[in-house]
């Protein structure tokens, strides 16, 4: 399923198509469920078949944030790919 959602950001807990256009994404702050390791999938697509960007990990008990000041621009879209153990992932995202 692909939600479209056109915000500048987004807590996203489940696998989700944020923007099916042209965007830049500029934070992620992934949050673990206290279970174990938490990882998301960041994809330049509509879907889990989309190029990936990066793979994000955070360790058990801890958040992680990755900022790019410049934005990374994807191409065909911004899909997040939700792994095990993610309690919260922040996306601050604009869509060109």
């Known amino acids: 399923m692909c939600e479209e959602i056109e ?38 697509g509509h879907n889990d078949g989309g190029k990936v960007v990066s793979i994000v990990r955070t360790l058990q008990n801890a958040t992680l944030q990755i900022n790019a000041e410049e934005g990374i621009t994807l191409n065909q879209g911004l899909f997040i790919d939700v792994g095990s153990n993610v309690g919260s992932c922040l996306v601050r995202y604009r869509a060109l």
Not at 22 to 28: I, T
């Open 7 to 44: 915000a500048s950001w987004a807590n996203v807990t489940y696998d989700l198509c944020l923007v099916r256009k042209p965007v830049k994404l500029f934070q992620v702050i992934l949050t673990d469920d206290g279970v174990g390791v938490a990882d998301v999938t960041i994809r330049d």
